[in-house]
Nanobody, 124 residues
């Protein structure tokens, strides 16, 4: 069965950094665009970053541009999200998701598989 397992979340002070990982199994990873979404308490799940199945294209929500970097290692079936200069408003549960042959865009309905999420808390 398909599994997406996120790790790397935690508690960090504002201005700090965290590196999230998402390990995939049960899919041909290189055929899937990967996205990172986040959901803060009381808010809708929103797109944070995405990377195409080829790795040649990335996209970010404006609020994280210049601070977050998405990357992938197809040999390890893993997608990463490097987060720097974190802000309290980045506090959320972060989910990775997979979209077959996608380009890593923000359309949430395109993502077929989802992880269980990892909590990121940024204190002020």
């Amino acid at each position: 069965q398909v599994q997406l397992v996120e790790s790397g979340g935690g508690l960090v002070q504002a201005g700090g950094s965290l590196n999230l990982s998402c390990a995939a199994s049960g899919i041909t990873f290189s055929r899937y665009a990967m996205g990172w979404f986040r959901q803060a308490p009381g808010k809708d799940r929103e797109f944070a970053a995405g990377i195409s199945f080829s790795g040649g294209s990335t996209s970010y929500v404006d609020s994280v541009k210049g601070r977050f970097t998405i990357s992938r290692d197809n040999a390890k079936n893993t997608v990463y999200l490097q987060m720097k200069n974190l802000k309290p408003e980045d506090t959320a549960v972060y989910y990775c998701a997979a979209d077959q042959y996608g380009n890593g865009d923000s359309r949430i309905y395109k993502y077929e598989y989802w992880g269980q999420g990892t909590q990121v808390t940024v204190s002020s």
